[in-house]
């Protein structure tokens, strides 16, 4: 929340300071979104929050759709590309996927306001309500899950993980990183935290959502439970090929390559974004080859094979339309 000394540092936010002002606007805005959502958030309750005047708002959001999907969009392009480059770094499938968790859990804690929008976005989809749903899924949504189901694949097939269903664990180990943050209301009201420092208490439940799902995943259980609490205890840059190596006691090894397919090709190289504004961002290793069919890009031929069969059987996608050499033999 945007405070008093804060709206007078702001007042003087303009046409000239547009970083400044956007930056204001943005923030009260997802306050605003977050507490009271779509349909009861007010403009002026944002102008006054943001300490700007209201044609100034105007001035960089038209109306209050846009900068609802501009608050959408702030969040999940930046955790997409956290979690994609978390998912081809080099490691193991099991380092790697208790890295996504890792970034998962510190990209909602960083602002947890985004957890009940996103939660009111969903169910307002479910009442034929929401106009930002399908641009967020296909645009950011789709790749991270298609990225972190390859990875899980990897680990099923490499025999590090049990034999899990990747349909059923993926909700439940989602489940249990948002959860934790939906729910702080009444967790405040019957599971006070005795009063310690909100980073300590970040701290204590990051560790414990990595030594869940270790525990629920991991073949060797005690080895992915001291992989889970190492994780963890990294500083908050850390999470890149070389933290992985010092892990490992060794030179960095490259993830596994997923089967080539017939019309694979490069993927582009992705940058590790930054977990906190002011730190740099590190240059993260190029993926594995990708698999590209119409508007839709996988990581790899596998991938895109069982994702369209799965469409199909569910008729999300006609058979008519999927390409020959992924329909072969099913």
Same mark, same amino acid.
Not at 136 to 156: C, D, H, K, N
């Given at each position: 929340?945007?405070?008093?000394?804060?709206?007078?540092?702001?007042?003087?936010?303009?046409?000239?300071?547009?970083?400044?002002?956007?930056?204001?606007?943005?923030?009260?805005?997802?306050?605003?979104?977050?507490?009271?959502?779509?349909?009861?958030?007010?403009?002026?309750?944002?102008?006054?929050?943001?300490?700007?005047?209201?044609?100034?708002?105007?001035?960089?959001?038209?109306?209050? &759709?846009?900068?609802?999907? $501009?608050?959408?969009?702030?969040?999940? !392009?930046?955790?997409? @590309? =956290?979690?994609? %480059? /978390?998912?081809?770094?080099?490691?193991?499938?099991?380092?790697?996927?208790?890295?996504?968790?890792?970034?998962?859990?510190?990209?909602?804690?960083?602002?947890?306001?985004?957890?009940?929008?996103?939660?009111?976005?969903?169910?307002?989809?479910?009442?034929?309500?929401?106009?930002?749903?399908?641009?967020?899924?296909?645009?950011?949504?789709?790749?991270?899950?298609?990225?972190?189901?390859?990875?899980?694949?990897?680990?099923?097939?490499?025999?590090?993980?049990?034999?899990?269903?990747?349909?059923?664990?993926?909700?439940?180990?989602?489940?249990?990183?948002?959860?934790?943050?939906?729910?702080?209301?009444?967790? &405040?009201?019957?599971?006070? $935290?005795?009063?310690?420092?909100?980073? !300590?208490?970040?701290? @204590? =439940?990051?560790? %414990? /959502?990595?030594?869940?799902?270790?525990?629920?995943?991991?073949?060797?259980?005690?080895?992915?439970?001291?992989?889970?609490?190492?994780?963890?205890?990294?500083?908050?840059?850390?999470?890149?090929?070389?933290?992985?190596?010092?892990?490992?006691?060794?030179?960095?090894?490259?993830?596994?390559?997923?089967?080539?397919?017939?019309?694979?090709?490069?993927?582009?190289?992705?940058?590790?974004?930054?977990?906190?504004?002011?730190?740099?961002?590190?240059?993260?290793?190029?993926?594995?080859?990708?698999?590209?069919?119409?508007?839709?890009?996988?990581?790899?031929?596998?991938?895109?094979?069982?994702?369209?069969?799965? &469409?199909?059987?569910?008729?999300?996608?006609?058979?008519?339309?999927?390409?020959?050499?992924?329909?072969?033999?099913?």
């Amino acid at each position: 929340m945007i405070r008093g000394s804060q709206r007078r540092t702001l007042r003087s936010g303009s046409r000239r300071r547009p970083e400044a002002s956007r930056k204001a606007i943005l923030q009260a805005a997802l306050v605003e979104f977050a507490q009271e959502g779509l349909a009861g958030a007010r403009m002026d309750a944002i102008a006054e929050a943001a300490a700007v005047n209201k044609a100034l708002l105007y001035y960089y959001f038209k109306d209050k &759709e846009t900068l609802y999907g $501009e608050i959408l969009n702030r969040f999940f !392009q930046k955790l997409s @590309q =956290r979690i994609i %480059a /978390v998912c081809h770094q080099p490691g193991s499938a099991g380092e790697r996927f208790l890295s996504y968790a890792r970034t998962h859990f510190d990209s909602v804690a960083e602002s947890p306001y985004y957890a009940h929008i996103f939660m009111s976005e969903l169910m307002s989809a479910g009442r034929g309500g929401s106009t930002h749903l399908d641009r967020i899924f296909a645009e950011y949504m789709r790749p991270i899950g298609t990225s972190v189901l390859s990875l899980m694949q990897q680990g099923l097939s490499s025999g590090e993980f049990r034999a899990v269903d990747p349909n059923q664990f993926l909700p439940s180990a989602i489940g249990s990183i948002v959860h934790y943050f939906l729910t702080a209301p009444l967790r &405040e009201k019957f599971m006070r $935290e005795r009063h310690l420092p909100r980073q !300590q208490v970040m701290q @204590q =439940r990051r560790a %414990a /959502v990595l030594d869940f799902i270790a525990a629920a995943l991991f073949t060797d259980r005690e080895a992915g439970i001291k992989l889970a609490a190492q994780i963890a205890a990294e500083p908050a840059g850390a999470l890149h090929g070389k933290a992985v190596a010092r892990r490992k006691g060794g030179e960095q090894q490259p993830a596994p390559s997923p089967p080539s397919s017939p019309r694979s090709e490069p993927a582009p190289t992705l940058a590790q974004p930054p977990l906190q504004d002011t730190e740099p961002a590190a240059a993260a290793p190029s993926k594995p080859p990708a698999y590209t069919w119409l508007d839709r890009t996988f990581p790899d031929f596998e991938t895109a094979r069982r994702i369209l069969k799965e &469409e199909a059987r569910l008729g999300i996608t006609p058979r008519s339309r999927l390409p020959k050499n992924i329909d072969e033999d099913w």
